[in-house]
C-alpha cells in the first residue's frame, strides 16, 4: 500500500516537472511563485499543526495547575518534604 502511494507521488512530482519544462520563461516564474506560495502554506499548517493543542489536553493543564494550587493552600505541617494534613492527627474511628 504504502508503496503505491509513494510511486503515486513520484509521478506526480514528475508529471509537474515535465510541466512546467513545457511552460514558457514568463509562466515559469509565475508557476514557480505560485509553488512557492503552496510551500509557504503547507509549512506554517503543518506547524500550527504540530504545535496544536486538544482542548482536552488544556483542560487537564488547568485542572492540574488547580490542584497544585489548591494543595499549597491547604493547611498542612511538612516533616521535611513530607505534607503531614491536620486532618491525620485527629482521633480515629474505631471498627
Not at 509537474?16 to 506560495?37: E, H, N, S, Y
Request: proline share 5%.
Amino acid at each position: 500500500m504504502i508503496e503505491k502511494v509513494l510511486a503515486a507521488i513520484g509521478l506526480l512530482v514528475c508529471i509537474v516537472l515535465l510541466v512546467r519544462m513545457a511552460l514558457a520563461p514568463r509562466r515559469r516564474q509565475a508557476f514557480d511563485a505560485t509553488m512557492r506560495g503552496a510551500w509557504y502554506n503547507s509549512q506554517r499548517w503543518g506547524q500550527r499543526v504540530l504545535r496544536w493543542r486538544p482542548s482536552s489536553r488544556k483542560q487537564a493543564a488547568r485542572v492540574a495547575e488547580e490542584a497544585i494550587e489548591r494543595a499549597r493552600r491547604t493547611q498542612t505541617d511538612r516533616d521535611g518534604n513530607v505534607y503531614r494534613p491536620k486532618s491525620f492527627k485527629g482521633p480515629r474511628k474505631p471498627h
